[in-house]
């Protein structure tokens, strides 16, 4: 059953927090958040205030650049009802980390506690907080989905994805193997190890081939990157799509590393 919203305006407002990688280099995936966001019945607001969640901070071990992104954030957003990020990971940063970055702080705790309590990834909002049960376009196509690792571990993200796919006529779904292990990206892992990252992109893109799927979903653009990357260069058909840009029909622009004479097909 979907949660109960808390009491707010008929049309809650909903702050989007963009991504640093969007942002920067799928812009796509954002208006496609809005659009799914104001189909759910709530008002889209984007702060301009938004930066990065201060995540590769984090992982690095600079706390205080963290922390500072992270008092700009919460600032930023103060306003909204409800924080949505179309990436896993840093909903999961947003949510799960904001909160011990600050353990013990006082009023820096208290705020980043308030702050976590309105954030959610993109599509469990949709799910699992506004009900949503089916989306208005339709995709003609066998998909993949792969799990990212900060969606499925930390925020619980699994049927909500497959759920809203499933309602979509023309989608046919078809499970890989391994949807549930990492692809390899990790942030600055695939950096510090590259040789292992390699190894685990390699197998997953073989759990891709094995599919039969013409196009692999995520909720993750870091994720997606990664894929598409290695698909590419294998020379594989295959194409990578961040899942808001199916689910909203917004499908003008190619998949990642596709050329723009490649996209699928879609009905509104």
């Known amino acids: 059953m979907p ?14 927090f963009v991504t640093c990688l969007v942002d920067l280099l799928r812009p796509s995936i954002g208006f496609a958040a809005a659009t799914l966001i104001e189909q759910s019945g709530c008002n889209v607001e984007v702060p301009t205030g938004q930066t ?3 995540q590769p901070a984090y992982n690095s071990g600079d706390r205080a650049t963290a922390k500072a992104l ?11 009802d409800y924080v949505v990020a179309p990436s896993g990971s840093c909903a999961g940063m ?14 820096d705790e208290a705020a980043a506690l308030a702050f976590a309590g309105k954030v959610h990834e993109l599509v469990s909002f949709l799910v699992d907080v ?45 499970e890989m193997a391994e949807a549930e292990i990492c692809c390899g990206f990790g942030g600055t ?21 094995e599919s039969g799927a013409s196009l692999v979903l995520a909720g993750d653009l870091g994720c997606l990157m990664n894929m598409a990357g290695r698909l590419a ?22 998949p990642i590393t596709a050329s723009a004479t490649s996209g699928a097909s879609v009905t509104r």
């Not at 949660?3 to 702050?15: E, M």
């Not at 992270?70 to 909204?80: D, E, L, P, W």
């Open 3 to 16: 949660s109960s919203p808390p009491s707010h305006p008929v049309r809650p407002r909903v702050g989007l």
């Open 52 to 54: 990065c969640c201060g």
């Open 130 to 174: 506004r009900g949503m049960a089916s989306v208005e376009s339709s995709f003609a196509g066998r998909v993949t989905y792969h799990d990212s690792c900060s969606g499925l571990r930390e925020l619980g993200i699994k049927d909500q994805p497959r759920k809203l796919l499933g309602t979509m006529p023309g989608v046919e779904i078809a």
């Open 189 to 209: 892992f695939s950096i510090k190890y590259p040789d292992i990252s390699r190894a685990m992109v390699d197998k997953k893109c073989a759990s891709i081939a």
């Open 233 to 254: 260069r294998d020379g594989s058909p295959v194409r990578c799509r961040h899942i808001a840009e199916v689910l909203a029909g917004e499908l003008d622009d190619p």
């Open 94 to 107: 947003l949510k799960s980390h904001y909160p011990r970055l600050f353990a013990g702080e006082g009023e």
């Open 70 to 80: 992270a008092r700009q954030t919460i600032k930023a957003f103060s306003a909204v």
